[in-house]
């Protein structure tokens, strides 16, 4: 079945500075892919998602790439603000209902 | 916030129980999805329901089991509670199925000792 992993699992930046995770999925015939963030005792709360006709999309200081050929799409942040640390997973879309796959999650810490 | 709402917020049991927790979608969402999120791992898929009937199941057993009500609400019931279900339950819906995107509620923590 399909399987999605993340790397890094930990990631530490200064403010300020860009922020990148990435992803590989399995399954070539997923088709969407979005990107929650957890905050720590809340639910995942969706902050960008890309579908598979779109290689980039931008919104304000996030981005998402993906590359089909390469089964890999990653989140970009940049100007990174305290308020980003948190925990941030990427998931991909399976089978006909659109469930949704998830990796093991990236811890991102956001040094002041 | 999302508008998806659940209860209790946590919950404590023991092995052999069974527990009942509820999931309030957003208004003229047809869909829900519920997943289980261990202690520092990502959501595992348990099943979608839309329009009251069962529409996937992940790789959970049959004493997981759900109900959708016309009302937007929903439960997802576990018998025979065992250690491993300790877990974050999450509830998530969306206007339909296909492509649609998925909002989360806050989950329930469930602890069985």
């Known amino acids: 079945g399909e399987n999605v992993e993340q790397h890094p699992s930990t990631l530490s930046v200064q403010e300020g500075d860009s922020a990148v995770i990435k992803c590989t999925y399995s399954?070539?015939?997923?088709?969407?892919f979005p990107w929650y963030k957890q905050e720590l005792g809340k639910g995942p709360q969706l902050i960008i998602d890309i579908r598979s006709n779109v290689g980039e999309k931008k919104d304000q200081r996030i981005a998402v790439t993906l590359n089909k050929t390469a089964k890999h799409f990653s989140l970009h942040i940049t100007e990174t603000q305290p308020e980003d640390s948190a925990v941030y997973f990427c998931a991909a879309s399976m089978g006909s209902n659109y469930q949704l796959i998830w990796g093991a999650g990236t811890k991102l810490i956001i040094k002041p | 916030e999302t508008g998806v709402t659940q209860s209790p917020t946590h919950l404590i049991k023991t092995r052999g129980q069974q527990v009942t927790l509820r999931c309030s979608s957003q208004?003229?969402?047809?869909?829900v999805s519920w997943y289980q999120q261990a202690l520092g791992q990502g959501p595992q898929f348990i099943f979608q329901y839309y329009r009251e009937e069962e529409n996937g199941r992940g790789n959970f057993p049959p004493r997981f089991s759900g109900l959708q009500f016309p009302n937007y609400s929903s439960e997802l019931n576990v018998n025979a509670l065992e250690l491993d279900d300790s877990a974050l339950y999450l509830c998530?819906?969306?206007?339909?199925?296909?492509?649609?995107?998925?909002?989360f509620g806050p989950g329930t923590r469930l602890t069985v000792l």
């Open positions: 208004s003229g969402h047809n869909t």
């Open positions: 399954d070539s015939a997923s088709n969407y």
């Open positions: 998530a819906s969306s206007p339909g199925t296909g492509k649609d995107t998925q909002y």
